[in-house]
């Protein structure tokens, strides 16, 4: 039996991909340090459900990975065969008032991972990036290739800092190393400081909505499903050692793909999609563009539709309501 190690596995996407990977008969190590960036019973329940469906089959082990020395002691006498690196620090906003935080867990932590799969002998990883490296490119859609030198957020800069350092040790170990660039992931189980769950909340409270740059934004909005369809095809697909070109430019064995819905769609869509699945009217306040935030998100899937067989099936009017229903369900609202 294949083992996985998780990182980030109370986390939204980890909770998804360790269950993913449980149901098709993988065991799953999972970690987690349950911190406080937002509610930790929300890790515990996701945690909580993980065990309700699936058992001994993921093992949970509460440790921090930016901690090397504590990880190996966490992680001694577990044998794994591959490793999915999802745990990090989020956030675009938070990483304006909390720089450490992202130094620590995006930096040490990524660099604690990569060591961790060069010693157990060059374990494949597929870690996550994010859309945030396109920093405030205009052309649209954004493509792998394009440039990413000019980071309009700390956080955006540590995950090109994760994919550089990435770069050298699959060059200089030979590490099968893939990165995907996620696009406004959402779904069921997901984070309290994405705009969907602010959203629906403000939505069923009556309250005002803060809608940024006047209403001006567009996200390509990438459900849950399709995220980890991408993250798993990843997983069993490392890239070669082969000499050849793989996207993101690299001759060693290191891909980075886009994992988008490759749509860009108006953030009012969204806000409509929400009142239509609850029932209720938002009231829209208008804000100007906040710092570190771009108008624009849209992902060319090209390179991960060839190499993983990567194909989103979920729009958002399919996507929205399975949100709103999770939500009133776990609320109670």
Known sequence: MTTILVTGVAGFIGFHVADRLAARGNRVVGIDDLNAYYDPALKRARLAELAVRHGDAIRFVETDFADEAGLRRA?????????????????????????????????????????????????????????SVYGGNTSLPFRVGDPVDHPVSLYAATKRADELMSESYAHLYRLPLTGLRF????????????????????????????????????????????????????????????????????????????????????????????????????????????????????????DAARDLGFTPTTGLEAGVPRFVDWYRRYTGR
């Open 75 to 131: 992680l001694d006498g577990e044998a794994f065969d591959r490793i999915v690196h999802l745990g990090a620090q989020a956030g675009v906003r938070y990483s304006i008032e909390h720089p450490h935080a992202y130094a620590r867990a995006n930096l040490i932590g990524h660099l604690t991972m990569l060591e961790l799969a060069r010693s157990r002998n060059g374990l494949p990883m597929v870690y996550a990036s994010s859309s």
């Open 183 to 302: 696009f406004t992931v959402y779904g069921p189980w997901g984070r309290p400081d994405m705009a969907i769950w602010l959203f629906t909340d403000a939505v069923l409270a009556g309250r005002p909505i803060r809608v940024f740059n006047e209403g001006r934004m567009q996200r390509d909005f990438t459900y849950i499903d399709d995220a980890v369809t991408g993250i798993v095809a990843a997983l069993d697909r490392a890239p070669m050692d082969d000499g050849m070109v793989k996207p993101g430019g690299s001759r060693s064995p290191h891909a980075i793909y886009n994992i988008g819905n490759n749509r860009a769609e108006p953030l009012g869509r969204l806000i409509d999609l929400i009142e239509r699945a609850s029932g209720r009217t938002a009231i829209r306040d208008l804000q100007p563009m906040q710092p570190g935030d771009v108008p624009a998100t849209f992902a060319d899937i090209t």
